[in-house]
């Protein structure tokens, strides 16, 4: 799965974060933010659990490239 970059971004800006201090309350590393932010690396579940919870408004379709069709 491969992060919105642009959305995800401006999330960061909006919230007045930096990228450190977003991996930092996430609970992850610096690197693997900006590599995933930068497409080198793709999301955890770890990563994309601490998204959900830092910006609730959001949903996972909006995060990401991946569309689920239902079943």
């Known amino acids: 799965m491969r992060l919105r970059t642009e959305v995800v971004k401006k999330l960061i800006y909006e919230s007045n974060l930096s990228q450190n201090q977003l991996a930092v309350q996430i609970g992850i590393s610096k690197g693997y933010l900006s590599n995933s ?31 689920r069709v239902g079943l």
């Open 37 to 67: 932010i930068n497409g080198r690396r793709g999301v955890g579940r770890k990563l994309m659990s601490g998204l959900l919870r830092m910006f609730p408004e959001e949903c996972l379709a909006n995060l990401t490239h991946e569309r």
